[in-house]
T-cell receptor
Framework: GENVGLHLPTLSVQEGDNSIINCAYSNSASDYFIWYKQESGKGPQFIIDIRSNMDKRQGQRVTVLLNKTVKHLSLQIAATQPGDSAVYFC???????????FGTGTKLQVIP | DAGVIQSPRHEVTEMGQEVTLRCKLISGHNSLFWYRQTMMRGLELLIY????????DSGMPEDRFSAKMPNASFSTLKIQPSEPRDSAVYFCASSLNARAHGYTFGSGTRLTVV
């Protein structure tokens, strides 16, 4: 995709370590948050979501944490693998419409 | 399920030409979103439909862009006339209930206008 470039923050992690990707959102009215993974040449892929009435949600090897006080979202990936290398986007939504706004993305590089 | 299908995968056209991008939704989904991705702006929502009706087209750059859903499973995004600054990767995504499940994206169309 067109997302790879000098403008993206990059996180480099050793294979097997845990990764933490952070996201600050801007809209206090947002009540639904999603993390997406985008591999090179592909569209974003849904990873995990969380509603604003929760502060933590776990999936397979991934955990999303939500801190509404400081408008902060994080994605934790346990035992990072080379296949986790991608750009990760957080997205926020609000209201009754099925519409979300994407953040700028973080590039995760896994070092074998 | 084949997922969201976009065509073409790559399009190279000359400035001033008409470009039509196509998207087939996942069967049963009722929402359709067109996004544009560039290095400078990231992922931008252009327009989205719910049950074939355009709900929000505030992201459409200008009148040169138009989108349609002639039926519940298919959508087109047209640029006429195209300009070099339209070069980007265009994604469509479909959803049954975005708030619960998130979107399913297609693989995108890489558009280059020369």
């Amino acid at each position: 995709g067109e997302n790879v470039g000098l403008h993206l923050p990059t996180l480099s992690v050793q294979e097997g370590d845990n990764s933490i990707i952070n996201c600050a959102y801007s809209n206090s009215a947002s009540d639904y948050f999603i993390w997406y993974k985008q591999e090179s040449g592909k569209g974003p892929q849904f990873i995990i979501d969380i509603r604003s009435n929760m502060d933590k949600r776990q999936g397979q090897r991934v955990t999303v944490l939500l801190n509404k006080t400081v408008k902060h979202l994080s994605l934790q990936i346990a035992a990072t693998q080379p296949g986790d290398s991608a750009v990760y986007f957080c997205a926020e939504g609000s209201g009754g419409y099925q519409k979300v706004t994407f953040g700028t993305g973080t590039k995760l590089q896994v070092i074998p | 399920d084949a997922g969201v299908i976009q065509s073409p995968r790559h399009e190279v056209t000359e400035m001033g030409q008409e470009v039509t991008l196509r998207c087939k939704l996942i069967s049963g989904h009722n929402s359709l979103f067109w996004y544009r991705q560039t290095m400078m702006r990231g992922l931008e929502l252009l327009i989205y439909f719910n049950n074939n009706v355009p709900i929000d087209d505030s992201g459409m750059p200008e009148d040169r862009f138009s989108a349609k859903m002639p039926n519940a499973s298919f959508s087109t995004l047209k640029i006429q006339p195209s300009e070099p600054r339209d070069s980007a990767v265009y994604f469509c995504a479909s959803s049954l209930n975005a708030r619960a499940h998130g979107y399913t994206f297609g693989s995108g169309t890489r558009l280059t206008v020369v």
